[in-house]
């Protein structure tokens, strides 16, 4: 049934009922100005503030204002919600929000069939079926006969509300979005309250905004109710959350707000030094707005600039840290093999991105593994983890502190622009909740030497300016064993080559056991690592429930590996490894445990599917002859 136009047109009055449903699936789509992020993010705050779980997607062309009406320059925002545990922001669309053709016409492979479209038919018009590669409009074909479409001109509609007001035309397309989400509001009856709060405050001194906006998203709801647009709405349970205090969060607000706990936690103040990359720019954003506790940031002219103060600052006591992505880490190599050589702590963290170059700046990737295990001069050796979903950022932002103030050594914490920029429900933890950040502050000034070690970790003592009668140097250069002056000795050159690596591959003492979900021996075991966890999570469960053998290994330590990860390998005929690269930590496991590995890869600049890891575990296992 389609729906077109001015509300007078619709005659037909259906029996309304409500339908239960456990998760749904809704990708808001449109130009980059059409404001999809926006409504996106105020939809998925609204969820989560009612105890419905959530993944969200925000997918967006790489250019500022991508040339309006194009196939490639549709921006998308995109989540899974519902009432159990949600791990993917969802293979199939439920329910699209498509604003003009083109952004129909790269979502509908996408689209469940029996899906619901909602099409705004001012995007529709002989311009944008032209960019769009349409001869004609889908709307007035059989194309879209599989699916419940409900199209209006959003923008007549919105301009005849506003007209009501006396608001003038500019106002116009900037509310139509608003529209929009009014309507998906009702398809699943939940409460606008949050999204109005937040126009309230947005708007507090323009009136004229506020009212537009408010009175566009309360047509929205209005339409979709008083036109009977579907027969039926959806109602979405809440999932049973552990009792605690949650908040939406984004991986890069994670990131941000675990580096102010962790300072907090060491009793350190702050210090981030950074140059501005996408996808990693919204921490330092974050942070900058923590100015008024201490927090000090830099928001440098370059990548080096940014490494280079924080590495100062760490030298002057601060927990210091710098953040970027991909093209911005390749600039800090130099100056991350000084950090190495003074053995100072540091967080570095890169929110990786699709490459090389350039490359889609706006699209994940997990490519940098390689650069952040290997891309240093020298024997360079430093803790590299990776976080693997929007609220794990906050925990492995604390480990990574933990492990640079406890080992004296940069440590290189990995996310991606995917779990950077989506968002999910995130339990606040309490203080006491946080482990212990140990700091090597204590120092025997009768014998103190530069670089004296902790005769179990190999660590030297964190001594910086102002700590009476500890005077000394540290830079580049080879220092002595002991005295830290400088050496050219070559003996000792190998001593100090050897310690710095032992010292690292040590932290195998210090972080869990690779820990397997599922049988602990068997067929298939799926190793995954970063923001594959979600897709891999729900593959599993699928899997499980159809009984097949598969169990699940996600890794957070990437260097050094769990102790007993051999071992973990050795339990299963045959090993998985979906990576969002070419296999290059099949690459590294293979080499390390002589394990024949399967990678499965994919480099599109898009997260996997549950779908597709899914069937590619059922090609395996139906094909003994893969690895036989």
């Not at 490639?72 to 989540?79: M, R, T």
């Not at 030298?315 to 130099?334: A, I, N």
Request: hydrophobic residues 40%.
């Amino acid at each position: 049934m389609i729906f077109f136009g001015r509300w007078t047109q619709i005659t037909s009055i259906m029996e309304l009922t409500k339908t239960k449903i456990s998760e749904l699936t809704v990708r808001f789509a449109g130009d980059s100005g059409d404001g999809m992020q926006l409504v996106g993010k105020k939809f998925s705050d609204a969820l989560a503030s009612t105890g419905i779980d959530l993944i969200t997607f925000p997918d967006f062309p790489s250019e500022i204002r991508a040339p309006e009406g194009t196939l490639y320059g549709v921006s998308a925002y995109q989540l899974r919600l519902g009432s159990k545990d949600i791990s993917t922001h969802g293979d199939e669309i439920d329910l699209l929000v498509a604003m003009n053709a083109s952004s129909l016409k790269v979502n509908l492979p996408n689209l469940k069939k029996g899906g619901i479209i909602i099409a705004n038919l001012d995007g529709f018009d002989k311009r944008n079926l032209k960019l769009a590669e349409y001869e004609q409009s889908p709307i007035d074909t059989d194309e879209l006969a599989d699916f419940k479409v409900i199209a209006l001109d959003m923008v007549g509609e919105a301009r005849a509300k506003l007209k009501e007001h006396g608001f003038p035309p500019k106002t116009l397309k900037k509310s139509k979005n608003f529209l929009a989400l009014g309507i998906v509001y009702w398809l699943i009856d939940l409460n606008m309250s949050s999204t109005v709060n937040w126009l309230e405050k947005k708007f507090r001194k323009n009136e004229e905004a506020l009212k537009a906006n408010t009175s566009v998203l309360q047509l929205g709801w209005e339409y979709a109710e008083q036109q009977n647009i579907v027969e039926t709405q959806f109602e979405v349970g809440n999932k049973h959350f552990e009792p605690g205090n949650y908040r939406n969060i984004a991986g890069n607000q994670a990131v941000a707000i675990g580096l102010v706990a962790a300072s907090r936690k060491a009793e350190l103040p702050l210090f981030l030094g950074s140059y501005p990359i996408t996808p990693a720019t919204e921490i330092l954003q974050y942070i900058s707005s923590y100015k008024k506790y201490g927090v000090k940031h830099l928001q440098a002219e370059d990548e080096i600039a940014g490494i280079t103060s924080a590495i100062g600052a760490s030298y002057g006591g601060y927990l210091s840290v710098t953040t970027t992505s991909g093209p911005g880490l390749s600039l800090k190599t130099e100056a991350l093999g000084l950090a190495v050589m003074t053995e100072l702590p540091l967080i570095v963290v890169d929110v990786m991105r699709a490459g090389p170059s350039t490359g889609m700046p706006t699209k994940p990737e997990q490519s940098d593994l390689n650069q952040a295990l290997f891309g240093r001069h020298g024997e360079a050796p430093m803790p590299v983890i990776a976080a693997s979903s929007p609220s794990d950022c906050f925990d492995m932002t604390i480990e990574a502190a933990r492990l640079a103030l406890k080992y004296m050594t940069p440590v290189l914490l990995l996310t991606d622009g995917y779990i950077g920029q989506s968002t999910e429900p995130w339990k606040i933890p309490s203080p006491a909740e946080l482990p212990s950040l140990v700091k090597n502050l204590e120092v025997d000034k009768e014998n103190f030497q530069p670089y004296m070690r902790d005769p179990e970790t190999l660590v030297r003592p964190w001594v910086f300016p102002g700590m009476k009668g500890l005077e000394h140097r540290i830079g580049g250069l080879e220092k002595q064993d002991g005295s830290g002056k400088v050496s050219y000795d070559a003996a000792n050159h190998q001593k100090m080559t050897d310690i710095r690596q032992r010292k690292i591959q040590g932290i195998q003492n210090d972080i869990p056991d690779a820990t397997v979900t599922g049988p602990e021996s068997g067929e298939l075991l799926i190793v995954g690592w970063g923001s594959t966890k979600g897709a891999i999570t729900t593959a599993m469960d699928r899997l499980t429930e159809e009984g097949y053998d598969v169990a699940h290994l996600h890794l957070k330590h990437m260097n050094p590996f769990p102790k007993n990860l051999g071992n973990v390998l050795a339990n299963y005929r045959n090993i998985l490894l979906p990576e969002m690269n070419t296999g290059q930590l099949k690459m590294v496991l293979q080499a390390q445990y002589l394990r024949d590995i399967i990678g499965f890869n994919k480099v599109q600049g898009q997260p996997f599917k549950a779908s597709e890891i899914e069937n590619k575990v059922k090609e395996i296992l139906v094909g003994e002859e893969v690895m036989s």
